[in-house]
């Protein structure tokens, strides 16, 4: 079929990919012109986080608390998206203190721990080492993908972190010691949500 340039100023004839490579820029894209949904599987849509700079501290409540700053809502720009979360602690015990465990919360479900164990231990998606030395933090790691949850386009999903002190002190950011000298660190710490084509 011959290619015909109508008076209008449109074209007919033009199969897809006729034109040579390099032919359509980025520049010459409409706005809204490549969907979410538009592209391949694995694509990051988009990255929000909760960063935390300021320190927090807990007694044993033997229960699971909410971090503050430590939380993120994202709104889903794609349909059945899935959401990689990573999690960076920094963490202090008292001299009295134990292993403190946080875990991954989807709006007041609990996502991406580990199964149920023996006795009385504590499922969670991770934790950080014991340390008995309250002049120290120490740094805990987490990540989870959270495949396919079920959400509306349009509306939104917050995730957050929790901890869970089982003796003593714990705290974010900072040491339990109150020494001011230079090797008491104050840190940060943070979660990242990222909305994952699928």
Not at 152 to 170: A, C, R
Request: glycine share 12%; hydrophobic share 35%; proline share 4%.
């Amino acid at each position: 079929m011959a290619i015909t340039i109508n008076g209008s100023g449109s074209i007919t004839g033009l199969t897809a990919g006729g034109l040579p490579d390099g032919s359509v820029t980025a520049a010459d894209l409409a706005s809204g012109a490549i969907t979410a949904g538009a592209l391949p599987n694995g694509s990051i849509l988009q990255v929000q986080q909760g960063f935390k700079t300021n320190s927090y501290s807990s007694t044993s409540t033997t229960t699971w608390l909410d971090v503050p700053d430590l939380s993120v809502t994202i709104t889903p720009v794609a349909a059945d998206s899935n959401f990689l979360l990573t999690a960076n602690i920094h963490s202090g015990m008292s001299t009295t203190g134990d292993i403190q465990g946080f875990r991954f919360v989807r709006g007041s479900t609990v996502i991406g721990v580990g199964t149920t164990g023996t006795g009385n231990q504590t499922n969670a998606s991770f934790s950080t080492d014991s340390v008995a030395n309250p002049s120290r933090t120490v740094n805990g790691f987490g990540c989870f993908l959270d495949e396919d949850p079920a959400y509306t386009l349009g509306n939104s999903l917050t995730y957050k972190l929790q901890m869970f002190v089982w003796s003593g002190t714990g705290s974010i950011n900072q040491p339990n010691d109150t020494v001011n000298d230079f090797y008491i660190y104050r840190t940060t710490s943070s979660i990242t949500v990222m909305e994952v084509a699928a």
